[in-house]
């Protein structure tokens, strides 16, 4: 199989991400540069647990024609091209639904990090770029926009996450903290000032917030 590493790696990466409930069904996606010109990236409507290394699809950075796969390339596969284009430092690029960054989305506010090691991660803050629809030029182009060189993560809203490093772990590392970092908001702005939430709410809320900081692994 060509490109066989590389693919296997993106299988390995989606399973990782979804074993910790950052994709769920068949929502997000992941890309890995296999050389300079082409990357890997998962194929669209296939669930995590059912894929193959063979339907990890590989496209071209240039014009985004697939040169690999069994299955059609993710709708995302021109968001990934464009980050790659942006930010030629980093090998991968996740999009998320992970759950409380996602949540954090409807409010289209912009995130400032304030914990110093998320901040050595992450960047200073996080964008919220406007919604657009998946699949579009027009939101690659804004999460693109928002890679700014000492900042890894985007959000998008009403929407989800995009995640970059030089490596998985990397990328892996920012999906983590931003996730995190995301709880911290809540906790910290939302929950002490409930607006109508019923007790037994509010109390699965926190602690929803709450495993989510302590499975940060980030020191
Ligand atoms: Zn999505």
């Given at each position: 199989?060509?490109?066989?590493?590389?693919?296997?790696?993106?299988?390995?990466?989606?399973?990782?991400?979804?074993?910790?409930?950052?994709?769920?069904?068949?929502g997000g996606n992941v890309a890995l540069l296999v050389d300079r010109e082409r990357f890997a990236v998962t194929?669209?409507?296939t669930g995590y647990y059912e894929m193959t290394a063979a339907d990890v699809c590989v496209v071209r950075?240039?014009?985004?024609?697939?040169?690999?796969?069994?299955?059609?390339?993710?709708?995302?596969?021109?968001?990934?091209?464009?980050?790659?284009?942006?930010?030629?430092?980093?090998?991968?690029?996740?999009?998320?639904?992970?759950?409380?960054a996602s949540a954090y989305t409807l409010l289209?506010?912009?995130?400032?990090?304030?914990?110093?090691?998320?901040?050595?991660?992450?960047?200073?803050?996080?964008?919220?770029?406007?919604?657009?629809?998946?699949g579009t030029s027009r939101l690659a182009r804004r999460v693109a926009q928002a890679l700014d060189p000492d900042v890894h993560a985007c959000l998008m809203r009403n929407h989800g996450a995009v995640c970059i490093g030089r490596d998985s772990i990397e990328a892996m590392s920012?999906?983590?903290?931003?996730e995190s970092a995301c709880a911290a908001f809540f906790l910290?702005?939302?929950?002490p000032n409930p607006t109508g939430l019923e007790a037994s709410v509010a109390?699965?809320?926190?602690?929803?917030?709450?495993?989510a900081l302590a499975a940060d692994p980030t020191p």
């Open positions: 199989m060509r490109f066989e590493a590389g693919r296997a790696h993106v299988l390995r990466t989606c399973i990782e991400l979804a074993d910790r409930g950052y994709l769920a069904g068949t194929p669209s409507a950075l240039q014009d985004g024609a697939q040169v690999a796969g069994e299955k059609t390339a993710s709708v995302e596969a021109g968001l990934h091209a464009s980050v790659f284009r942006a930010r030629p430092d980093c090998a991968v690029s996740v999009h998320t639904h992970q759950p409380i289209g506010m912009r995130l400032e990090i304030r914990s110093e090691a998320h901040r050595r991660l992450l960047g200073p803050q996080i964008e919220c770029v406007g919604y657009a629809p998946s920012r999906v983590e903290a931003l910290d702005r939302a929950i109390a699965l809320v926190t602690r929803s917030l709450r495993s």
